[in-house]
């Protein structure tokens, strides 16, 4: 279906099968975040919200919970979208194949934005941010947020649709000091477009306008956050991907999506900033107040019959995981093309998707010489790291294929095979006081903290534990010893209190270990607070180690060195211990819980679903 708006959407989900309606009212605060959390975490339909208590609008989730359903959605436009795509990427395929790609024309023909003149937006009228569902997901949020906003701004220098930038930035509808119907919280972060429109605005000395449109085609949605090629634009992919031109019009100079669901305009003044926050995020803590732009509301609008849509952000998995896998099978051969020699780049969704990447590079500088080290993926690591949003991970795993093929989407293989590659004394390098993810509060500040690369290439070194090695059981003063995977321990240790007494406990945990001989098949110990919890799943060990440690400050190794600026060791450790200046972890409310599951039983719109 190339659907006009929302409902069309849901109206051709619910005929498949793929949407339940809730027909009971339900509470916008906690109530319908815990729903479509445990409706997502079953792999259950979308939700349809008919009864939303507060509001006259209804409102969907879950839309894009599964792949199967977001193929679905996609599917009559799916295949010429990525050929399109393919095609910014590497203009030779077209040359190579001709007839494959003849229709690619007609498919782009349809991307170029559709301005519709009038002295209002048709079928729309003026209502109050009030007005609107008021969803609050997570107990500690500062209030209302809208999470699947299409925050549109221009070009102050060169105005105009094709110079605009469309972002998903999430947007404080309530709450905190903001006056209500009057003002909302804009929370972009670093590395986003519309930053340097708001930074050419205040240079010019004049307020930047911008428009949050909520709603309309799915494809609008998405388009908000797909890393596109550069200079494709965000609406020219929402055409592309929803198969029909994006419809928009200028209401006392602002742009209105006449697609859209809710379109809310205002501006955003050069300094004029407030508390932000908090908000429970995807890196499954909360994101503390800070100040964020302030954008001075002029006028509000619905669509006739809205639909308001939202999502659920936590620990991972949640829906933005589908959104992510999404925008990988869109756009999976991007990187290669941008970066030569790299094969794959994975951004793990376990860890937060920011803190953590895996790479596949090349060696190929010195193919003469038998000893293989990592050469060409320095390089390569060093292009990763100041590539877009891939520049606010933390840590870098990155590798050659050598005699046989490895994957960054098999975790446990592929770090194993780094591990048993990697030479500790040579193959860390660091990058110190530089910027990592917003959401990240295991830095030394907002937007600060450090960065790691972890580089292996050649010959086997090592031959990787597959129990807990007896130089590490038993260690006095230390806790619980568990293996995680091949190659990887993790220890128990105390409460941390200061960085000063945790270099105290991990030179005292390297002596014990050193004190007993080499620990030559155990490259990585993880310090942790709880050992068990831990090496329970793979992805309890990857959102734990790599959420809360900072490289600069929480990685030791047993008989570590520094040698002309360049760190070493024998036995990596990485303190992954909760730390007091960290954010506080999301945990749902007990009462909400048990609340929702009058609307699981049996006879209730939701009949069971997701119930354990």
């Known amino acids: 279906m190339r659907y006009r708006n929302l409902e069309e959407c849901v109206i051709d989900l619910e005929k498949h099968g793929h949407l339940v309606r809730i027909a009971e009212e339900v509470d916008p605060h906690l109530e319908m975040a815990a729903i479509h959390m445990k409706v997502y975490e ?21 839309l894009f919970g599964t792949m199967e359903r977001s193929k679905f959605i996609f599917r009559e436009t ?7 795509i393919g095609l910014r990427n590497d203009p030779v395929k077209a040359l190579k194949n ?6 690619t024309g007609l498919a782009a023909r349809k991307a170029l934005p559709l301005k ?29 947020f809208v999470t699947l906003p299409q925050v549109y ?19 404080q509808l309530t709450g905190n000091d903001y006056e209500v119907n009057k003002e909302v ?13 708001q930074d050419k605005a205040n240079k010019l000395g004049q307020p930047l306008k911008v428009s949050v449109f909520i709603g309309g085609p799915p494809a609008h949605t998405l ?141 190929r500088y010195t193919p003469y010489q038998q000893v293989k080290q990592p050469a060409e993926i320095l390089t390569q690591a060093n292009r990763i790291l100041g590539t877009g949003q891939l520049s606010l991970a933390k840590f870098l795993f990155i590798t050659a294929e050598e005699k046989r093929e490895v994957s960054t989407h098999q975790i446990e293989d592929f770090l194993g095979y780094l591990l048993e590659r990697i030479d500790l004394h040579r193959d860390i390098h660091f990058q110190t006081n530089t910027t990592i993810d917003t959401l990240d509060y295991s830095g030394t500040g907002l937007n600060a903290g450090s960065k790691v690369i972890f580089a292996a290439a050649g010959e086997k070194k090592r031959e990787l534990c597959t129990e807990v090695p007896e130089l590490v059981r038993g260690l006095p003063g230390f806790g619980q010893v568990s293996l995680v995977m091949p190659g990887i321990v993790a220890i128990s240790g105390p409460q941390f209190t200061s960085y000063k007494e945790a270099e105290q406990q991990i030179n005292e945990l390297c002596d014990a270990i050193r004190s007993r001989g080499p620990l030559t098949t155990c490259p990585m110990i993880i310090f942790c607070d709880d050992s068990d919890y831990l090496s329970a799943e793979l992805d309890n060990f990857l959102w734990v180690t790599f959420t809360r440690s900072n490289p600069s400050h929480d990685i030791y190794g047993v008989n570590s060195f520094n040698e002309f600026k360049h760190w070493g060791c024998d036995n990596v450790i990485i303190d992954a211990r909760s730390k007091p200046h960290q954010a506080p972890p999301l945990i749902p409310d007990p009462g909400v819980e048990e609340h929702i599951k009058r609307l699981f039983v049996k006879g209730a719109s939701l009949g069971g679903v997701g119930m354990k």
Request: hydrophobic share 35%; proline share 7%.
């Open 42 to 62: 079953a792999g259950g339909p979308a939700l349809l919200f008919e009864n939303v208590k507060g509001s006259k609008f209804r409102a969907v989730s879950n």
């Open 78 to 84: 799916w295949d010429s979208t990525q050929n399109v």
């Open 98 to 103: 001709p007839f494959k790609y003849i229709g």
């Open 116 to 144: 519709k003149m009038s002295s209002g937006p048709a079928g729309f009228k003026e209502i109050q941010i009030s007005d609107m569902p008021l969803i609050q997901h997570w107990q500690g949020d500062g209030g209302a």
């Open 153 to 171: 701004s221009e070009d102050p220098e060169k105005p105009g649709i094709m110079n605009s930038n469309l972002g998903m930035y999430r947007v």
């Open 185 to 197: 919280g804009i929370h972009y972060q670093i590395h986003r477009g519309i930053g340097v429109h």
């Open 223 to 363: 388009s908000a956050i797909m890393p596109l090629p550069e200079g494709m634009s965000e609406l020219t992919f929402a055409g592309l991907l929803s198969g029909r031109h994006f419809r928009y019009t200028y209401v006392d100079g602002y742009c209105i999506s006449l697609d859209a669901d809710f379109v809310i305009t205002g501006e955003i003044h050069q300094g004029d900033t407030k508390p932000e926050g908090p908000f429970g995020d995807h890196l499954g803590y909360y994101s503390l107040i800070h100040p964020f732009p302030v954008m001075k509301i002029h006028k509000v609008y619905a669509r006739e019959n809205a639909i308001y849509p939202f999502t659920v952000v936590g620990r991972p998995p949640q829906e933005d995981t589908s959104f992510g896998e999404l925008i990988h099978r869109l756009t999976g051969g991007a990187i290669q093309n941008e970066i030569r020699g790299v094969k794959e780049v994975h951004a793990i969704d376990a860890a937060g998707v920011h803190p953590l990447l895996f790479a596949i590079g090349s060696e």
